[in-house]
């Protein structure tokens, strides 16, 4: 029996073609020494190569497949491997300090053998000069090393790495890969059609997973969605004891703020669309066809706006809470003055 890499996992079931791809390319050494992998964000670059660090240290590879269990497998899924070198954006940027770490790795051979592979996520934020300090490892790489520069904005990566790379395009998932992927990384299965609207990055969910942050985070939405679509002033107070505690950057404010809006766009489809419309909060479809029952179309289409503009707001940089709290009396008192 054999338990099988969650890595691994994700690589073969996100990029299954690619993966083969590799296999091929492996088996018969024609693999190139410096790769550009571009695709968008959950699309599987990470977990790809990794896979072929993987296939590529595997002490136990079988019909092409690394293992994932032997000490190099786990070594390298552990992110301890000394041969593969895995940088990452330190905050928005790969900074100079990591780059000058890469170049001085890239000179040297390998700890344990000749061979060694480089990781480098996020390749787009690099500088100018400090991707072209690299360019000469890229172009007359010392003995058997692999690099592996991944983006998802091939755009904003310097023409001369890509001219020394061979650029593999990822396709971003398709809807039901990244409903699968979201299954797997535990999202509950009432969650997926709101989830869908946020995102379809898998990685991005599993990080939302922990501490049930996001299921608090949809509990509390609902809850004040449901108070302000009434209208009844309690939303106000549930603002900042049951919404800000959630919000701790801005990205979560953010998600916050779309899956309250997801709620204004449920109570307008709920009047406008059609029969096959399934909500956003999908399990609360009978409380929001009532609330939505009070109320006409252009009152909709107004609180809609409403929450637009708190978007831009809040890309403004303003605060959250203020935000959120003038939303809350804004919507109030339009729906008020709808019901009267
Ligand atoms: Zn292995």
Redesign the pocket.
Known sequence: MQIKNEVLKNAEQRQPVLVQHFQNVIKHRELAHAYLFAGPSGSGKAELAMWIA?RL?????QDGE?????E??QRITAHEHPDVVIVEPDGNAIKVDQVRFLKAEFSKSGVEGSRKVFIVAGTETMTASAANSLLKFLEEPAGDMTALLLTTNPQLVLPTVISRTQVIEMQPLSEDQVRVQFSRVGLPADLIGLTLQLTHDPNEVADWLVDDWLQQAVASVWQWFSQVAKPDLNAFVLVSTTLVPLAKDRPHQRLLLDMMLSGFRDLLMTNVADKKFTPRFAKHDKELAILASQYNETNLLEITDLGLQSKQLLERNVNFQNIAESLTLQVIDRLSEAIT
């Open positions: 993987m240290f595997c002490i136990n590879v690394p293992c994932g269990v032997c190099e497998c």
